[in-house]
């Protein structure tokens, strides 16, 4: 069982900027599909960034230009640096590994975007 731990989620001003981490417990995790959902209070979670090892990483059209996703696969983590944060940010954000059809999911971290 796979297990995902995230951390960087909490309260920003509008403009601000966090930084959000996943570590997984896998030792496949160079081999892995990572990506970012959020799910706003009253909202269908959607994608938000999703990255595979071989090509260019895909991107909600909202965040574009402001969300970066990466990894570290030597840590075991996926990242999402999020940059000019807005209000309509806020959610609770989770990471997903994808690997031959099983998906996992961290338990997820609030961020908050309001003045």
């Known amino acids: 069982q796979v297990q995902l731990v995230e951390s960087g989620g909490g309260l920003v001003q509008p403009g601000g900027s966090l930084r959000l981490s996943c570590t997984a417990s896998?030792?496949?995790?160079?081999?892995?599909?990572m990506a970012w959902y959020r799910q706003a209070p009253g909202k269908q979670r959607e994608m938000v960034a999703r990255q595979y090892s071989t090509t260019a990483p895909y991107y909600l059209d909202s965040v574009k230009g402001r969300f970066t996703i990466s990894r570290d696969n030597a840590k075991r983590t996926a990242y999402l640096s999020m940059n000019d944060l807005k209000p309509e940010d806020t959610g609770v954000y989770y990471c997903?590994?994808?690997?031959?059809?099983?998906?996992?999911w961290g338990q997820g971290t609030q961020v908050t975007v309001s003045s």
């Open positions: 997903n590994l994808g690997f031959q059809g099983a998906n996992y």
């Open positions: 896998t030792r496949i995790f160079a081999s892995t599909v």
